[in-house]
Each structure stands twice: as C-alpha cells, then as structure tokens.
C-alpha cells in the first residue's frame, strides 16, 4: 500500500512563513500529479495547489504569489513553501497524490493532515 506522510506544519505570526513536506512511500510505479488541500473549520476541503509529472502548476487565487509548490520525482516528496502567511491561511493541510501503485492500478491517496495556524 501507499502512504503519505506530511510534516512542517506548526503555528507561525502573520507575515511569516511555513514549508511544508509530503512523502509518499510504498509500491510506487510512478505518480501522475500531487496536491495541496486544505480545510478550515466549518469549510470545505478546498485545492491550494497542484503539480503534475511533468512539472506543471496551478494555484488557488487566494495563495498565488505567496505559495510555491514543488516536487521532487526521486524522492517521492512534494513541497509547498508558504509566504506572507495570513490568518486566513490556518486550516489543517493535507497532502494528496494521483499514482500507479501495485499491479500498476490507478489510485488516490491522502494525508493525514498538519495543522497550519497562523496568528494575527
């Protein structure tokens, strides 16, 4: 099986910044894209960012210009640098990635979630 393990999360001021961590581990062919979500207390789950195999991003309006996301194929890991955080970036954060996994089968997986609270 797949898991996904998130690190980096934690509690910083507004205006600070947070880098978080993703690694994907077990029987991995190869991964198609991995994302970013992230969900607020009474909100739906939203899309911060994605990144494809082949590179290629997209971003949420909100977090554009203060967010990067970034991959590292080897490792199996996915990035996400947040700048200029602001209080309504605090949310738990979660990790998501599309990947052929045993017997090459598409499949989905998520994180378990890191907390990201930023203060005012």
């Known amino acids: 099986q797949v898991q996904l393990v998130e690190s980096g999360g934690g509690l910083v001021q507004a205006g600070g910044s947070l880098r978080l961590s993703c690694v994907a581990s077990g029987t991995i062919f190869s991964i198609d894209y991995m994302a970013w979500y992230r969900q607020a207390p009474g909100n739906q789950r939203e899309l911060v960012a994605i990144i494809t195999s082949g590179g290629s991003t997209n971003y949420a309006d909100s977090v554009k210009d203060r967010f990067t996301i970034s991959r590292t194929s080897a490792k199996n890991t996915v990035y996400l640098q947040m700048n200029n955080l602001k209080p309504e970036d605090t949310a738990v954060y979660y990790c998501?990635?599309?990947?052929?996994?045993?017997?090459?089968?598409?499949?989905?997986?998520w994180g378990q979630g890191t907390q990201v609270t930023v203060s005012s």
């Open positions: 998501h990635a599309s990947l052929y996994g045993l017997g090459r089968k598409y499949s989905e997986y």
